[in-house]
């Protein structure tokens, strides 16, 4: 668990990794004995809890059509709001924040804004369980997991549902004694939760009818637009990460956008919105301005380790030049996400995502996006110029975007060129980054020798990456890896 200070306020939002697994049991459950389970060599001290939840969501249920939940809870242990988000494939996330108004706090909105933009979230459910929980502990009386038997309340526009079910929650130890809790469970007559969540269950005919419709809405086979819902569902994710300043989070809505955009140029003929392209453009700018300075301070701060201790002065002015270009980044990049600006972009990838446009066949396009990066190539190789080779590197970032919306159809063949075009990608990459930070040096060390050493010897490693640069061409171009088209 960590806690995050939200940008411009002193209120703190506990995060937390949530391991659990649900299970439905009948009205005459009893609990069997899980001493022996795993490590459990005891279960004593179960408490008591009367919980009273209260769930909100938009009108159509965009937080659960989403895989959230976000709650007000009184009684229990952990009193307070509530939201639960994917975690990575083993728990979900939860967001826990004390207070106990009727209004969603704002620190929590932040983080599903992406998804609700501008609806209101008001009480779609209420729940009231009755708990008894019982900790499982090993030889030593540390608490492996915590086991719940709940009797279940649900009301929901006007509809009152009653159930029972336990929650095992994984607490300590190895989590191997979930499987162990499980057989025991299986025995004893329960069986796999039929809804991720309680109120899942208690919204499940109206989840479902609205599922049915964003599923009737999206539905499409066409590649490109497989590809941009991707790209979309990727903003989404890595929105509330970014907003954190989460440096995967932050380079990964970064690339997301830049497919995007790079989509809509590809296929501009079948979309002809460039002003869609101009506010990926934007977005991917403030993005950069957190990402770009993150990368430059590990780059030169390995560059000055490199040079030996008598140059830790310059890393201190590096490292302090950069530190402030990215707070500052990072403060930009959260006004802008919660800007009109933003929800408006988010609501037009929507609508771009659901058109049924006649697209140009995709192998086409992507060999001749590639064969225009190819001579962009030559003639920057030719010439030298700087500026044309960082314009070539764009081009075939384009062209190997173009070539991951056949990947799904063409397989190795079209991973296999991939890989040869990032690889060629990387190349041009680290002869402008050496560009980049060279300029960054040039800025801070005016007339300083230390800056003069490290200037030429960045110099030195853009000649390097620019020399290897002919052969990642050469691969990329062969035959063989070239067979997707």
Same mark, same amino acid.
């Given at each position: 668990?960590?806690?995050?200070?939200?940008?411009?306020?002193?209120?703190?939002?506990?995060?937390?990794?949530?391991?659990?697994?649900?299970?439905?049991?009948?009205?005459?459950?009893?609990?069997?004995?899980?001493?022996?389970?795993?490590?459990?060599?005891?279960?004593?001290?179960?408490?008591?809890?009367?919980?009273?939840?209260?769930?909100?969501?938009?009108?159509?249920?965009?937080?659960?059509?989403?895989?959230?939940?976000?709650?007000?809870?009184?009684?229990?242990?952990?009193?307070?709001?509530?939201?639960?988000?994917?975690?990575?494939?083993?728990?979900?996330?939860?967001?826990?924040?004390?207070?106990?108004?009727?209004?969603?706090?704002?620190?929590?909105?932040?983080?599903?804004?992406?998804?609700?933009?501008?609806?209101?979230?008001?009480?779609?459910?209420?729940?009231?369980?009755?708990?008894?929980?019982?900790?499982?502990?090993?030889?030593?009386?540390?608490?492996?997991?915590?086991?719940?038997?709940?009797?279940?309340?649900?009301?929901?526009?006007?509809?009152?549902?009653?159930?029972?079910?336990?929650?095992?929650?994984?607490?300590?130890?190895?989590?191997?004694?979930?499987?162990?809790?499980?057989?025991?469970?299986?025995?004893?007559?329960?069986?796999?939760?039929?809804?991720?969540?309680?109120?899942?269950?208690?919204?499940?005919?109206?989840?479902?009818?609205?599922?049915?419709?964003?599923?009737?809405?999206?539905?499409?086979?066409?590649?490109?637009?497989?590809?941009?819902?991707?790209?979309?569902?990727?903003?989404?994710?890595?929105?509330?990460?970014?907003?954190?300043?989460?440096?995967?989070?932050?380079?990964?809505?970064?690339? %997301?956008?830049?497919?995007? =955009?790079?989509? #809509?140029? +590809?296929?501009?003929? !079948?979309?002809?919105?460039? $002003? /869609?392209? @101009?506010?990926?453009?934007?977005?991917?700018?403030?993005?950069?301005?957190?990402?770009?300075?993150?990368?430059?301070?590990?780059?030169?701060?390995?560059?000055?380790?490199?040079?030996?201790?008598?140059?830790?002065?310059?890393?201190?002015?590096?490292?302090?030049?950069?530190?402030? %270009?990215?707070?500052?980044? =990072?403060?930009? #990049?959260? +006004?802008?996400?919660? !800007?009109?600006?933003?929800? $408006? /972009?988010? @609501?037009?990838?929507?609508?771009?995502?659901?058109?049924?446009?006649?697209?140009?066949?995709?192998?086409?396009?992507?060999?001749?996006?590639?064969?225009?990066?190819?001579?962009?190539?030559?003639?920057?190789?030719?010439?030298?110029?700087?500026?044309?080779?960082?314009?070539?590197?764009?081009?075939?970032?384009?062209?190997?975007?173009?070539?991951?919306?056949?990947?799904?159809?063409?397989?190795?063949?079209?991973?296999?060129?991939?890989?040869?075009?990032?690889?060629?990608?990387?190349?041009?990459?680290?002869?402008?980054?050496?560009?980049?930070?060279?300029?960054?040096?040039?800025?801070?060390?005016?007339?300083?020798?230390?800056?003069?050493?490290?200037?030429?010897?960045?110099?030195?490693?853009?000649?390097?990456?620019?020399?290897?640069?002919?052969?990642?061409?050469?691969?990329?171009?062969?035959?063989?890896?070239?067979?997707?088209?």
């Amino acid at each position: 668990m960590h806690d995050v200070v939200t940008p411009g306020t002193m209120v703190k939002v506990e995060i937390a990794t949530e391991t659990e697994r649900k299970y439905d049991v009948p009205d005459n459950f009893q609990l069997p004995d899980l001493v022996g389970a795993g490590e459990v060599a005891g279960s004593d001290g179960a408490e008591i809890h009367d919980l009273d939840a209260t769930y909100f969501d938009t009108d159509d249920l965009r937080l659960m059509r989403n895989r959230r939940t976000l709650r007000k809870r009184s009684g229990g242990n952990d009193a307070g709001w509530h939201l639960k988000t994917p975690g990575d494939g083993v728990g979900r996330t939860e967001h826990r924040l004390d207070g106990d108004g009727d209004t969603v706090p704002d620190e929590l909105v932040g983080v599903v804004r992406a998804i609700v933009r501008r609806s209101p979230l008001a009480p779609v459910a209420r729940l009231r369980t009755h708990r008894v929980e019982t900790p499982l502990k090993d030889a030593g009386g540390r608490t492996l997991a915590l086991v719940a038997q709940d009797q279940v309340r649900a009301e929901s526009a006007g509809v009152e549902t009653v159930w029972q079910e336990v929650e095992v929650e994984f607490v300590a130890g190895d989590p191997a004694v979930l499987d162990a809790v499980e057989e025991r469970l299986f025995a004893a007559g329960a069986r796999p939760a039929r809804g991720p969540s309680k109120v899942s269950r208690a919204l499940a005919d109206r989840l479902a009818a609205e599922k049915d419709k964003a599923k009737t809405k999206g539905r499409t086979k066409d590649p490109v637009m497989v590809y941009a819902g991707e790209q979309r569902d990727a903003i989404l994710a890595h929105d509330p990460g970014a907003r954190q300043g989460d440096e995967r989070s932050v380079h990964q809505m970064r690339v %997301a956008t830049r497919r995007l =955009r790079s989509t #809509l140029k +590809t296929y501009q003929k !079948s979309f002809p919105e460039s $002003d /869609l392209r @101009d506010e990926l453009r934007w977005l991917a700018g403030v993005l950069g301005d957190v990402r770009d300075p993150q990368v430059l301070e590990e780059k030169l701060l390995a560059l000055v380790e490199e040079a030996g201790p008598e140059f830790e002065p310059a890393a201190d002015r590096v490292r302090t030049h950069l530190e402030k %270009a990215i707070a500052t980044g =990072r403060r930009d #990049l959260v +006004t802008a996400l919660d !800007s009109g600006r933003y929800l $408006d /972009l988010l @609501d037009r990838i929507d609508e771009l995502v659901t058109q049924r446009p006649r697209t140009a066949d995709p192998a086409k396009r992507a060999r001749k996006v590639l064969a225009k990066a190819d001579l962009k190539l030559d003639a920057a190789l030719e010439s030298g110029v700087e500026e044309e080779i960082h314009d070539s590197r764009k081009g075939f970032k384009q062209a190997r975007y173009a070539v991951e919306i056949l990947e799904p159809e063409q397989g190795k063949a079209a991973k296999r060129l991939i890989n040869a075009l990032t690889d060629l990608q990387d190349g041009l990459g680290a002869y402008q980054d050496s560009n980049v930070a060279r300029g960054v040096l040039r800025e801070l060390g005016k007339k300083s020798f230390q800056f003069g050493v490290l200037y030429g010897r960045q110099e030195q490693v853009g000649r390097d990456e620019l020399a290897k640069v002919p052969a990642l061409a050469r691969k990329a171009r062969r035959r063989k890896v070239r067979r997707v088209f």
